[in-house]
C-alpha cells in the first residue's frame, strides 16, 4: 500500500515558507535506538529511502567524512510534528559490523534528543521523514503516524 499524503497542516506549513519539491524520504517504525537519550539520534538507512532527496553536491559533502569521528554534516531545518521549527544536524554515517562489511544510514543528530522529548515520540511508532526546499536549501519535515484497522494512516 502506497504511503498517505503528507498532512495538510504541514502542506500548508511549507507552502507559507515558500517551500517546494515535497518528498516522502523515509517511513519507518521507531527502533529503541532512535528514542533512546544515550544515542541521540534517528538513523535513515540508505536501503529504506524511497527517492533521492540530497542533491548531488549534498551527496558529495556528505561522503567527504571519514570513520574517525570526523563526519560531515549540514545544517537542515526540521519541521517537528507539533509543526514547531529548529535546526537538526544530518550526517552519513558508516556502521561497521562484526563480518566486516559496513552498513552506510544517515542521522539526524545533535538536537535529536529534545526533538523527540518535545513530540513524545516512542518506541515502535510510525514517522515519516518528508524534504522540501526553501530556495535551494534542503529542508525536512518529520510526521508523526498511527496505524487504524483498515490498514491506512492517520496522523497523530
Given at each position: 500500500?502506497?504511503?498517505?499524503?503528507?498532512?495538510?497542516?504541514?502542506?500548508?506549513?511549507?507552502?507559507?515558507?515558500?517551500?517546494?519539491?515535497?518528498?516522502?524520504?523515509?517511513?519507518k517504525c521507531l527502533?529503541?535506538?532512535?528514542?533512546?537519550?544515550?544515542?541521540?539520534?534517528?538513523?535513515?538507512?540508505?536501503?529504506?529511502?524511497?527517492?533521492?532527496?540530497?542533491?548531488?553536491?549534498?551527496?558529495?559533502?556528505?561522503?567527504?567524512?571519514?570513520?574517525?569521528?570526523?563526519?560531515?554534516?549540514?545544517?537542515?531545518?526540521?519541521?517537528?510534528?507539533?509543526?514547531?521549527?529548529?535546526?537538526?544536524?544530518?550526517?552519513?554515517?558508516?556502521?561497521?559490523?562484526?563480518?566486516?562489511?559496513?552498513t552506510s544510514m544517515?542521522?539526524?543528530?545533535?538536537?535529536?534528543?529534545?526533538?523527540?522529548?518535545?513530540?513524545?515520540?516512542?518506541?515502535?511508532?510510525?514517522?515519516?521523514?518528508?524534504?522540501?526546499?526553501?530556495?535551494?536549501?534542503?529542508?525536512?519535515?518529520?510526521?508523526?503516524?498511527?496505524?487504524?484497522?483498515?490498514?491506512?494512516?492517520?496522523?497523530?
Amino acid at each position: 500500500m502506497p504511503p498517505p499524503d503528507l498532512p495538510i497542516k504541514f502542506r500548508k506549513r511549507i507552502r507559507a515558507l515558500r517551500g517546494f519539491d515535497i518528498a516522502l524520504v523515509i517511513q519507518k517504525c521507531l527502533f529503541k535506538t532512535d528514542v533512546s537519550s544515550g544515542h541521540n539520534r534517528l538513523s535513515i538507512p540508505l536501503n529504506q529511502i524511497r527517492q533521492t532527496f540530497l542533491t548531488p553536491q549534498e551527496t558529495e559533502f556528505l561522503n567527504s567524512g571519514n570513520n574517525e569521528k570526523k563526519c560531515s554534516e549540514m545544517e537542515v531545518m526540521l519541521i517537528e510534528p507539533s509543526l514547531r521549527r529548529d535546526t537538526i544536524s544530518l550526517r552519513k554515517w558508516e556502521m561497521k559490523k562484526a563480518s566486516g562489511s559496513a552498513t552506510s544510514m544517515y542521522v539526524l543528530v545533535g538536537k535529536w534528543n529534545l526533538v523527540a522529548w518535545r513530540n513524545a515520540l516512542r518506541e515502535d511508532e510510525t514517522l515519516q521523514l518528508w524534504s522540501f526546499r526553501i530556495n535551494s536549501k534542503l529542508c525536512l519535515a518529520l510526521v508523526k503516524r498511527r496505524a487504524k484497522s483498515n490498514g491506512y494512516f492517520i496522523e497523530f
